[in-house]
């Protein structure tokens, strides 16, 4: 029997194989999404902490006219933002930018603290974009370097390893929506 399943939990990936059963038209869609998922774990690596503080600014003050996070999802070469996109899509220069004008004038951008996992809405009344797109950046879980011997940290929700291997997961190949952990940010476009 055929069903309708458009959600499924992280833990049920190995049983229904979105990859091969996700409509060609939502693939961009996802790869957007899979993408500021990889940036938020960027600024969790604290890979480069001059680049993480920055590009931190646009998720804690999203609406400031210097970090409008609209600047930083659709920076292109030249812009001052792509600078900071480049480190985290280092090995994957094609993955840039995110959004085109086009695109990303579509969205209104809005950031939530308060979840880790995205989504998409209705406009605010009055609102010139067609959809909103919500951004989950809650704050920081402990993270686990591998190394301590301590219970606690041990016990921490989310690897440095797991965060690792998201970014040096092409942001442009499955899987777009699951990251190892469920710790690590999610949303959708």
């Known amino acids: 029997m055929l069903t309708r399943q458009f959600f499924v939990n992280t833990h049920d ?5 979105l990859s091969e059963k996700t409509p060609g038209y939502l693939i961009p869609l996802l ?5 500021i ?5 960027y600024i969790w690596s604290f890979e480069d902490e001059l680049v993480c503080t920055e590009l931190d600014k ?5 609406d400031d006219k210097n970090y409008h996070i609209k600047n930083l999802l659709s920076a292109k070469l030249g812009d001052p933002q792509y600078v900071f996109l480049e480190k985290v899509f280092k090995d994957f220069p ?3 930018p995110i959004f085109n004008k086009e695109e990303v004038d579509s969205y209104s951008f809005r950031v939530t603290y308060n979840g880790f996992e995205g989504f998409l809405s209705d406009p605010v009344p009055g609102d010139k974009a067609a959809i909103t797109l919500v951004i989950p950046y809650p704050p920081r879980p402990r993270i686990y370097d591998g190394t301590s011997t301590d219970p606690i940290s041990q016990g921490a929700p989310l690897k440095k390893t797991e965060l690792t291997a998201w970014l040096k997961s092409n942001p442009d190949e499955a899987p777009y929506y699951f990251p ?10």
Do not use: R
């Open 13 to 17: 990936q190995d049983v229904f194989d």
């Open 31 to 35: 790869k957007k999404a899979k993408k």
């Open 37 to 41: 998922s990889q940036i938020i774990a």
């Open 58 to 62: 646009y998720f804690k003050i999203p």
């Open 94 to 96: 094609n993955a840039l």
């Open 180 to 189: 190892t952990n469920p710790y690590i940010p999610t949303t959708c476009c």
